[in-house]
């Protein structure tokens, strides 16, 4: 079955960066995308930037364009998530998460269990 | 940016009942683009329905979604214990790609 496996917590100080990682395993790495969503405590999900594991073509939100980065490494079926310049407001808990197309298909069938990475000084 | 509002904020009812969900979108929405997800505490959101009202996988028949324009809506015919939860809207398709609404709480009365 499908597996999203993701590193785990993080606590960073204010103004230090956070590298993510998720492995996944149970389809072709290849022929599907990702998305990585944020959850802050009590909040809604929010959508931070999405990558075409093919191509690794990316597109970010454009609240976290500048700051973030997303990368992926087929030979291990790994996709990550990077974001700098953190401040309190950064706490959440991050999640990859697969979209059923190669292209931007925008809906998520599966989901990581979720890294939570605290900011605080 | 498209924002999606639902309401109630928090819903209150008994096994067995029908709970109706809504969500409005500040805008007009390609119908395709409309997914709802159900979330438990300490857990990953699930995908229900997308393009409005096609359950995803798994999904059992008690759950349906419909709508289309601004508002839409998912019903949960008769709810299990299980469904209390709470739901978020999502749509998908314009600039930023991904919103999300801010959730209905459907807490057990």
């Known amino acids: 079955q499908v597996q999203l496996v993701q590193s785990g917590a993080e606590v960073k100080k204010p103004g230090a ?3 993510v990682s998720c492995k996944a395993s149970g389809y072709t790495f290849t022929g599907y995308s990702i998305h990585w969503v944020r ?3 009590g ?3 929010e959508w931070m930037g999405w990558i075409n594991i093919g191509s690794s073509h990316t597109i970010y939100s454009h609240k976290f364009q500048g700051r973030v980065s997303i990368t992926r490494d087929t030979s291990a079926s790994t996709a990550y998530l990077e974001l700098s310049s953190l401040r309190s407001e950064d706490t959440a808990v991050y999640y990859c998460a697969r979209d059923p197309l190669l292209t931007f298909g925008g809906i998520i069938v599966d989901w990581g269990q979720g890294t939570l990475v605290t900011v605080s000084s | 940016e498209i924002v999606l509002t639902q309401s109630p904020g928090t819903l209150s009812l008994s096994p067995g ?17 409309l997914a709802w997800y159900q979330q438990n505490p300490g857990q990953a959101p699930r995908l229900l329905i997308s393009g409005a009202s096609n359950r995803a996988t798994g999904i059992p028949d008690r759950f349906s979604g419909s709508g289309s324009g601004t508002d839409f809506t998912l019903t949960i015919s008769r709810l299990e214990p299980e469904d209390f939860a709470v739901y978020y809207c999502q749509q998908y398709g314009s600039s930023p790609p991904v919103t999300f609404g801010q959730g209905t709480r459907l807490e057990i009365k």
């Open chain 1, 17 to 19: 960066s956070v590298k």
């Open chain 1, 39 to 41: 959850q802050a405590p």
């Open chain 1, 43 to 45: 909040q809604r999900p």
């Open chain 2, 17 to 33: 009942e029908r709970a109706t969900l809504s969500c409005r979108a500040s805008q007009s929405i390609d119908s395709s683009y």
